[in-house]
């Protein structure tokens, strides 16, 4: 799982979409707490069920988040 458990779900997130773009999340054009509710996502993903999965559009990316799963954003994994 790497540092998917220490890690927040928004935090890896912004890592995959930065990277799904070629550039340091600092580069991003957005703030994903406009886009989701971030701290919701996070309180989502520190429980241990793993019987929901979010999808959610944007800058044009689809991302998805998946329990224990690696961020998918366009059809790609991100670790």
């Not at 790497?2 to 890896?12: E, H, L, M, Q, Y």
């Not at 930065?18 to 971030?38: C, H, K, N, W, Y």
């Not at 329990?67 to 670790?79: A, K, L, W």
């Amino acid at each position: 799982m790497g540092d998917n458990g220490a890690t927040p779900a928004s935090v890896r997130v912004v890592r995959s979409l930065a990277d799904a773009q070629g550039m340091d999340p600092s580069e991003l054009t957005f703030r994903l707490g406009d886009v989701i509710d971030t701290d919701a996502l996070d309180a989502m993903a520190a429980h241990d069920g793993n019987g929901w999965e979010l999808s959610f559009e944007v800058e044009d990316h689809e991302v998805r988040v998946v329990p224990g799963e690696p961020i998918v954003v366009d059809g790609t994994e991100y670790h």
